[in-house]
């Protein structure tokens, strides 16, 4: 797809769609073969083996669908409000499906802040999992007022990096678009929208991913 042309509602729904689907396809297989495990195998080790792995892979994609829900769908009507309280646990589930290589700490108020500028604020949390490949600390400031946040997300971790694809997108970097890059895509699409600017920093050798309110 040649990105000097933006993608149509239509071509955007399918990739976001096609992006959900990228990251619950492997726990949902998972639990597939777990179930096949305890109707075909006897052996009460091997049960026990694919109850632990359907118990783990379920809470895996649980939290990718409540993640997407909120960071992708429509979580309400129009014009609606989301609690930071809820975010915040949102994000939790999310880092925590990691397996422990990161760490999200969250400082910031409980209050109701705008849907747009909370979806962009779980897109980011999604971006700062990314510009850590070998783990760290996710450490995200909400200051500003609800009406009109600001956010500091500080990613520290050996080998932290500018998270690659909304590196290029906010550097104006024309990328093809899939079920890969879509929710970077999304991510800077989205910045505008809920009046918003997005930055991306180095702090000596930890990334930041700064969001201001314009308006």
């Not at 990718?64 to 939790?92: C, H, V, Y």
């Not at 897109?123 to 450490?139: K, Q």
């Not at 906010?170 to 991510?187: K, S």
Request: some cysteine.
């Amino acid at each position: 797809m040649n990105q000097r042309v933006p993608p149509t509602d239509l071509e955007l729904a399918a990739l976001i769609s096609s992006r959900i689907c990228h990251d619950i396809i492997n726990p949902v297989g998972a639990i597939v073969n777990g179930l096949e495990i305890l109707d075909e195998d006897d052996d009460a080790q091997a049960k026990s083996y694919a109850m632990n792995v359907i118990r783990n892979v379920t809470e895996q994609a649980s939290a990718r669908l409540e993640f997407a829900r909120f960071a992708f769908g429509a979580a309400g009507s129009a014009g609606s409000m989301i609690d930071l309280n809820t975010a915040e646990k949102i994000s939790r589930g999310f880092v925590k499906i990691t397996q422990g290589k990161h760490k999200l700490n969250w400082r910031g108020a409980p209050g109701l802040v705008g849907k747009d500028k909370v979806k962009l604020l779980l897109n980011l949390i999604a971006s700062a999992v990314t510009a850590l490949p070998r783990g760290g600390e996710i450490d995200v400031g909400i200051g500003g007022t609800f009406e009109k946040p600001n956010y500091l997300i500080r990613c520290s971790g050996t080998g932290a990096r500018p998270p690659q694809y909304l590196t290029d997108f906010v550097a104006g970097n024309q990328l093809p678009l899939d079920a890969i890059t879509i929710q970077a895509y999304y991510t800077w699409r989205i910045a505008p929208t809920a009046e918003m600017r997005l930055e991306i920093l180095k702090d000596g050798s930890d990334i930041l991913l700064v969001a201001k309110s314009i308006a």
